[in-house]
């Protein structure tokens, strides 16, 4: 089963999504819409990060998966 990391900053206001493993970051590029792809040493896309991300305070973060096949 493949493994999905989720990280919610709530101080920063980040949502940080790994589904590879967090020391293969190499590179980290903008995309330009508060979007940052994190990506390994042979530029596969290995996480992002959403800037200005937030929930309400009392709310909990809910995080849902769905496969599809491909």
């Known amino acids: 089963m493949a493994e999905v990391k989720v ?4 101080a920063g ?3 940080t999504v790994w589904f590879g493993d967090p020391l293969d970051e190499h590179v980290c590029e903008e995309t330009g819409n508060e979007v940052i792809l994190i990506k390994d040493q ?3 896309v290995i996480g992002f990060e ?3 991300f937030s929930v ?3 709310e909990p973060l ?4 769905e ?3 491909v």
């Not at 990280?7 to 709530?10: A, G, S, V």
């Not at 809910?62 to 998966?65: D, N, S």
């Open 7 to 10: 990280f919610y900053d709530r």
């Open 13 to 15: 206001n980040t949502l």
């Open 42 to 44: 042979s530029g596969r």
């Open 50 to 52: 959403r800037l200005n």
């Open 56 to 58: 309400a305070a009392l």
């Open 62 to 65: 809910r995080v849902a998966f």
């Open 67 to 69: 496969t599809v096949t």
